[in-house]
């Protein structure tokens, strides 16, 4: 197989919409209908659900609305997967509250899709372990990979603190996310397995070096560059959109549901994915508008 990151490619982003094209493609013709995609994935962030009053800018009830919304042009757009890309739910006193948060958000998400992945956020694991958040959202594994057609995904778990040791009950700092190095050997043996192009999962972003940032990005990044097979690395955790392109690979940071009130302030996308390896994500609402092209 040709390494995907020597690959010349042309990227192109529209009013909402992100299109990363393979060389030779049409851009035009690809918006235009001429090419169908051959799955459709919704993706969401940061929807931080809780029971309780607005703090700032964070509205976390207004979350079951803002969800609603999605879901119907989740529907309406007949999306195959739907991933959550962490913080699904916001930290709460007790353990007993913060399941009740999880069991509430969980009964609105789960039936926007039947195939769907939860990628863990901090506030995921603020009060619960992450056992207790799998069980809640019934997923086995914190990492993992699945493969649907042609396109291998990458789900990755940054909620391990420096020396090791997995998020739960308060015993971490936010600003002290790591892939521990059984994780990151784990991601290099599964890159080298697979013959498809890849879609990388994350929370905590891939692509900085502040506060936000994984604290061993560099060597992250290194194993995906190397693999010559990712594509585009999908995270959140910053709340605001951003996009970056590194060694041939794109970093999208979505934006945040939670953020703002009112129908008007809420953010999700649908990821459309071409038999060539072009992606065409689509955002909503407070999903920026962007125009950018790479030759």
């Not at 509205?59 to 919304?69: G, I, M, V, W």
């Not at 789900?155 to 308060?170: A, H, I, M, W």
């Not at 995906?224 to 590194?246: I, R």
Request: aromatic share 8%.
């Amino acid at each position: 197989m040709q390494n995907i990151s020597k690959l010349e490619r042309r990227a192109f982003l529209g009013r909402g919409t992100l299109l990363l094209a393979a060389a030779g493609v049409n851009p035009a013709a690809l918006l235009a209908g001429e090419a169908d995609p051959v799955l459709r994935v919704g993706l969401v962030t940061d929807l931080h659900y809780a029971d309780k009053a607005a703090a700032g800018t964070r509205h976390y009830r207004e979350t079951l609305q803002k969800l609603a919304e999605a879901g119907q042009e989740f529907s309406r757009r007949k999306i195959d997967v739907l991933v959550e890309l962490g913080d699904f739910i916001d930290a709460a006193a007790s353990v007993e509250v913060e399941q009740g948060y999880l069991k509430t958000i969980q009964h609105e998400f789960a039936p926007l899709c039947p195939d769907r992945h939860y990628v863990l956020g901090n506030h995921c694991v603020d009060t619960l372990t992450k056992a207790e958040f799998l069980d809640g959202v019934a997923q086995q594994r914190s990492y993992y990979s699945f493969e649907r057609g042609d396109f291998h995904f990458v789900v990755l778990d940054s909620c391990f603190r420096e020396d090791g040791q997995p998020y739960g009950r308060k015993n971490f700092t936010w600003t002290d996310p790591n892939i521990p190095p059984a994780e990151l050997e784990w991601l290099k043996g599964d890159l080298e397995a697979t013959k498809k192009r890849v879609i990388v999962l994350a929370h905590q972003r891939l692509d900085v070096t502040n506060s936000y940032g994984v604290k061993n990005a560099a060597e992250v990044r290194r194993a995906l560059e190397e693999s010559g097979k990712v594509l585009a690395v999908f995270q959140g955790h910053s709340h605001k959109n951003d996009l970056k392109q590194l060694e041939g690979i794109h970093y999208c940071t979505l934006v945040a549901m939670v953020e703002g009130t009112g129908a008007e302030n809420n953010g999700y996308s649908v990821l459309e994915l071409y038999r060539d390896g072009t992606l065409k994500l689509t955002g909503f609402r407070n999903q920026e508008s962007r125009n950018w092209r790479q030759a």
